[in-house]
Every structure is written in C-alpha cells, then in structure tokens.
C-alpha cells in the first residue's frame, strides 16, 4: 500500500489525467521529462501543506492539506492570448467542482472549494504566458 502522500498525488493526478481539453493539451508533469509544444500545454505542479496532528493519539487521523496547480501554457504576443489562455485555465478550474471527492489506494482527498483562476502573467523560463489555477484539497488519513 503506498504512502498517504503519494495516495494522495496519485489521486489528484488520476483527476488530471482526465481532463478533456479540446484541442487536447500535453500535460508537464513534476520530475518528468517533457519537451514543450509550440503551442499550448498545461504545468502541473504539487503543493502540500503542513500536515496537521488533530487528536491526542498520534496513530489517529490527521489533516492533509495542499494546493494542485494547474498553469495554462500559452505562447507569447498572440492575439486574444490572455482571452484563450484564462479560457483553458476556467475549464481546468471546472474539471476540480467543491465537493469533488478523489480516492487511491482507500484513501479520499476532497476538493474544498472551487479553484481559484488568477491573473496571468509572463513566464520567462518558459517564454509563455503562465495562467494558473490553484485547486485547493485536503485529506483526513
């Protein structure tokens, strides 16, 4: 069985994987190799929180809590970019409702709230415009 923390991963990354974009959008996933596209593609990244002690008995549950970033990859100086970009970015902030229950390995990881689009901005180590999406979740395990 694995770890909760990659539990955890695992089933958010599962979430992601089902993200029907069309056009489809490659995925740039943590640790992996990834060649981006001339066009658009999607940056996910992990963010975890500090995991909470809730009860006095340390083998009984405690709190999970983090951030899924999604980033909308878009290429730089195209007309309506920002439009197209922020467009990308809501339909990923769709795919993660509030109340969005997740599971791997019995584990369950809820979604909290609905995600939050904010403004984009220019990524130079990428040389796109960056639109992110920050899916916030927590866990009880």
């Known amino acids: 069985m694995p770890a909760i923390e990659t539990s955890i991963w695992l089933a958010l990354r599962g979430r992601v994987e089902t993200l029907a974009l069309n056009p489809a959008h490659p995925v740039a996933w943590p640790n992996e190799a990834f060649t981006a596209p001339a066009g658009a593609y999607l940056r996910v990244t992990h963010l975890p929180n ?3 002690r809730l009860f006095l ?3 009984d549950p ?3 809590r983090g951030i899924l ?22 339909q990923a902030a769709a795919h993660f409702p509030a109340g969005l229950s997740l599971t ?8 909290t709230a609905r995600p939050t689009v904010a403004q984009g901005f220019r990524d130079d180590a990428s040389a796109r415009w960056m639109t992110p999406v ?3 979740y927590e866990c009880f395990a």
């Open 50 to 52: 500090r995991t909470e």
């Open 57 to 59: 008995k340390g083998t």
């Open 62 to 64: 405690h709190w999970y």
């Open 69 to 90: 970033q999604i980033s909308a990859m878009y290429p730089l100086a195209v007309l309506n970019g920002e439009t197209v970009a922020r467009e990308i970015a809501g």
């Open 104 to 111: 791997y390995a019995d584990v369950r990881v809820d979604i």
């Open 134 to 136: 920050s899916v916030p």
